[in-house]
Nanobody
């Protein structure tokens, strides 16, 4: 049974930083691309960042503008998202998943979603 456990979210002031982690189990991790997504209340889920299986290719949502970095640790089956200079509009539940590159970009990854981790940006 696939499982994603996202962590690292919390309350941060505008301009602050957070590092999110996503521990995966029961999935084919090493040979798949990975992605972070976010969903704010009343809005559709959107891709935040994606990283290819070999680590050579990344893509970020236009709203990231150089503030976030996605990385992966295949041995730990874990995906990370370093988020800097957070803004109130970054508030959302952040989720991760794995799958083929095209599926990650399209928002249709292979596995079921986890619970996500809440990021709140407020002064």
């Amino acid at each position: 049974q696939e499982k994603f456990v996202e962590s690292g979210g919390g309350l941060v002031q505008p301009g602050g930083s957070l590092r999110l982690s996503c521990a995966a189990s029961g999935v084919i991790f090493r040979f798949n691309s990975v992605g972070w997504y976010r969903q704010a209340p009343g809005k559709q889920r959107e891709l935040v960042a994606a990283l290819s299986s070999d680590g050579s290719t990344t893509t970020y949502g236009d709203f990231v503008k150089g503030r976030f970095i996605i990385s992966r640790d295949n041995a730990r089956m874990t995906v990370y998202l370093q988020m800097n200079n957070l803004k109130p509009e970054d508030m959302a539940v952040y989720l991760c998943n794995v799958g083929r590159w095209e599926a990650i970009i399209d928002g249709n990854p292979t596995y079921s979603w986890g619970q996500g981790t809440q990021v709140t940006v407020s002064s």
